[in-house]
């Protein structure tokens, strides 16, 4: 019998067997980063774990049957403020920091779209831009309003809350409840103070585009109504998995399930939620005020992709995870310590069933890490940390790229090293710690093996 993934849902707080809806396919979604600035380790986890789940799926059901969509948001309040400041576009923006997301996410060892999707088939791992979905945006207001569950009112659209009994099932959070809850200053159009806006008129210089029907006007889309389109027109009215950071729950997937639902008439949007826990730093609240807010780019500037994946994904995915730099150092030395023991060697055909399975467990990475440190057959170890996006390198080519990157001069090395091997040779210890020593200032060190042979490593 075929191995069977285990996930907890959110939606009905239980863990429970996967089945996709189709037997054919599995299609998920995962919210991904709002592009107005440089990505944090924050928002590098959910990448990095639904990357991981992603991952798991193809090697379940094959790489063709699996479809992952993960969002850009590219225009929201943050981004329009941010390119009114620089004098620029919101395109021109987004397109740089995407990019530079782009770089920091492949560094992190993140499948990208060129690496899985294949020409003349259709996409496996799609990256759809709010800005691209308008008319599906637009779809969906105007069939939120004649359903009777959105009202135009002073140039918005909004949610009319109330017209859906069911709202709060993805939170647990009762609408009686949330309404004696809720601000007591609300905008005066709002019918409830719990209505949330599907569409906005758009203020002098910010991007507009054509209203739904109702509005003269120029406007811009209210955050929610972004996913609830660009999971519709790319996995379907209904799919399998949703996921994202746990504090997406409520309100914008409780939004995004309300509109989705509404629309179309479905009793869900997605069959499970997956959602991954906070991050600390050094046991507190990442910001900028506390002087602990990291980028992602700066964090890869002092340690390895691998070592901030594998960090990232040593803790449980719905457990909040603290980031310290011990963390880190015990990564490193978990990802030196394997490139040892692996080597040159390819990876097995088949992942250890030892490691597969506590990844089918709702993606038990520690316990999955716990095995793969038990493997002592390179090619199996190999084979299960390529599962988790690790060891993509034989040591000889990652020596190699360390070399390069560090404009070490390979000749001058090998030149050194025979001159040391000829003057121990010939019992010149003067000459052969010269030798060293010139060695170690350029940054490398050489061990004297068994066999008579000597290797050398970038320190």
């Known amino acids: 019998m075929a191995p069977m993934l285990r996930l907890y849902n959110t939606l009905t707080r239980e863990k429970a067997p996967f089945a996709p809806i189709t037997a054919d396919s599995v299609r998920m979604y995962a919210c991904g980063p709002t592009v107005y600035d440089a990505a944090h380790i924050g928002n590098a986890r959910p990448i990095i774990v639904f990357d991981l789940l992603f991952r798991v799926l193809r090697h379940l059901y094959g790489p063709a049957r699996v479809v992952y969509a993960r969002n850009v948001t590219d225009v929201d309040d943050k981004i329009n403020a941010r390119a009114m400041e620089r004098g620029i576009t919101i395109r021109e923006l987004t397109d740089g920091t995407l990019a530079q997301f782009h770089a920091d996410i492949r560094d992190l060892g993140v499948l990208m779209p060129e690496d899985v999707n294949v020409a003349g088939e259709r996409a496996r791992l799609i990256e759809p831009r709010a800005t691209d979905h308008i008319a599906e945006m637009i779809a969906i207001i105007e069939g939120l309003v004649a359903a009777g569950h959105a009202y135009v009112a002073e140039g918005h659209v909004l949610f009319d809350v109330p017209s859906m009994p069911e709202y709060g099932g993805l939170s647990k959070r009762p609408l009686d409840e949330m309404e004696a809850g809720a601000r007591v200053e609300v905008a005066p159009y709002k019918r409830s103070p719990l209505d949330f806006v599907l569409w906005k008129p758009s203020k002098v210089g910010e991007p507009a585009w054509p209203s739904p029907s109702g509005i003269a006007a120029p406007g811009r889309p209210g955050w929610h109504i972004e996913c609830s389109a660009m999971s519709w027109k790319h996995l379907g009215q209904t799919f399998d998995i949703h996921a994202g950071g746990i504090d997406l729950i409520f309100p914008h997937h409780e939004n995004e399930v309300a509109q989705s639902r509404c629309c179309f008439g479905t009793p869900v949007m997605a069959n499970v939620w997956l959602h991954n826990g906070f991050l600390q730093v050094e046991g507190e609240k990442m910001s900028k005020s506390a002087g602990n807010f990291i980028t992602i780019r700066e964090v890869l500037r002092d340690w390895p992709g691998e070592v901030v994946r594998l960090n990232m994904l040593k803790t449980h995915y719905r457990q909040p995870i603290d980031w310290t730099l011990r963390g880190l150092e015990e990564a490193s030395?978990?990802?030196?310590?394997?490139?040892?023991?692996?080597?040159?060697?390819?990876?097995?055909?088949?992942?250890?069933?030892?490691?597969?399975?506590?990844?089918?467990?709702?993606?038990?990475t520690a316990a999955a890490f716990a095995e793969l440190h038990r493997l002592e057959d390179p090619a199996a170890l190999k084979a299960g940390a390529n599962l988790f996006g690790l060891l993509g390198q034989t040591r000889s080519a990652r020596e190699q790229a360390s070399v390069r990157s560090a404009g070490i001069d390979v000749a001058r090395v090998e030149a050194l090293i025979e001159a040391r091997r000829a003057a121990r040779a010939a019992k010149d210890w003067p000459a052969s710690d010269r030798a060293r020593d010139e060695l170690l200032s350029l940054g490398v060190a050489v061990k004297d093996n068994k066999d008579g042979t000597t290797t050398w490593t970038v320190k």
């Open 333 to 364: 030395r978990t990802v030196e310590r394997w490139y040892g023991l692996v080597d040159d060697a390819e990876p097995a055909e088949a992942v250890p069933a030892t490691v597969l399975e506590p990844l089918l467990d709702d993606l038990n």
